[in-house]
């Protein structure tokens, strides 16, 4: 050092050698001058070092500056200029996870600053077609990420975003994390709407997640997400088929819980992927089975009959439809016959018997119908039709006496009418069958013993006299 010649000049040179060894020391003694005096002593150097083109040592001061006097706006963005420059630099140099880092540094430091954002988004999307060993994948989402918070629109991010959290998923989803597979290919979807290899990417994901709900009983949460996949891959039998089970088993759920409505609904939606699995057919016909018969349902009769009806279609040998139909249509006829109405009556009952033919208590009211519409036609003067009428009762009731006796003597007085008129072989007939109903009637008895006399003394004279012969 060269000797002082004044005071104040001394003085200078004191001063310059106590802030450069405040600098070097960083108070280590722990005496010296305050946090804002080394922050500013800090600053002094490391902005120093930024000039002399040595960002890396600048950078060190600068963050010691920060830290010390954080509120600085003055040392923020020295610090975000130092940071940028050091990116660039480890860039050139092939330190890419090192020099984005660096950068995302000043982009914190500055958000505004147009250059700081324009280097850090060139750079991050240069830096995407690098293996992972030296940019690893996790971390090149984050650094893309981070460029669409600066410009949300950025088409380019928007895509390479996308096809990273594609890769992401794809990974994970071979490790079994299935969870997170869906979650960033619904990201990747969002992002990349028209990317055909994502939408397909993403219906597996569902489908491989589905069943993991399902064996944790979530079945509604499983239908949803094979839906979800149906959606995006439409032609995918794999995924239709497991969507129609599912369907299924919701619909069984939705049955034993009480609301058959929604049963009808998924089983239904599962007889459209498939309509013509067998198990899904009579499942859906008994639940419209059920639907109708059940009570508090607010369904009008026409639409109970309307739902059996449908449940014969799916299945036509389901004999409790069967049975169900027909009492229904047996309650709707007995109503019409009690206002009069027993031709419409008779009609319904019909209808009920060709579905359920065994079906006793339609056979009953029936035969009572028939014996009665019989016994009017007989007044009106038309016995082959009283007849005839009075033979289907019995046959619906043959243990009913009543009828039985009702035919027995239709017979016998339509055989009498057809035996005044010559026609004795009818009047045998008749009178033969009227005798089986009623073997003890004298009348009938009476009646069958004549008109075999009538007609033994008509085939005697029918019968041609015996020629002699000649000696």
Known sequence: MTVVRSKSHCAFAVSIVVVFLCIATGAAYGVGPSDKVNAENAFFRGSHLLSLG?????????EMAVKLDPNNAKFANVLAVAHNNLGIRLNRKKNYRKGLKSMQRALQLAPGDKDVKSNFITAVLSAIPLPGKVLPLQEKIKFVEMVLKIDPNQKSAQKTLAALLNNSAVFKGKKGNHEQEVAELERAAAL???????????????YNLAPAKGKLGNIQEETDLLRK???????DEMIAKSLATALSNLAVLKGNQGDLPAQIALLKESSGIFPQDPVTRKNLAAAYNNYAVAKGTGLKPSERIAKLQLSLKLDPKNRAARNNLAQLIHRKAMNLAGSGQNRKAMELLEQALKTDPGNSAVKSSLAVLYHNRALK??????????????????????????????????????????????????????LTKAAKLLPEDEVIRENLARAKQMKAAKDKEKKPAKKRKKK
């Open 54 to 62: 040595r960002p890396s040592q600048a950078v060190v001061a600068l």
């Open 192 to 206: 990349d709407a028209g990317n055909e290899k994502l939408r397909k990417n993403l219906a597996t994901a569902y």
């Open 229 to 235: 996949a149906r959606k995006l891959a439409p032609e």
């Open 377 to 430: 036609l007989g007044e009106e003067g038309k016995p082959q039709m009283e007849v005839r009428l009075l033979a289907k009762a019995v046959k619906m009731a043959p243990s009913n006496d009543e009828i039985k006796a009702a035919l027995a003597m239709s017979y016998n007085d339509y055989a009498v009418s057809l035996g005044k008129k010559g026609d004795t072989k009818a009047e045998l007939r008749l």
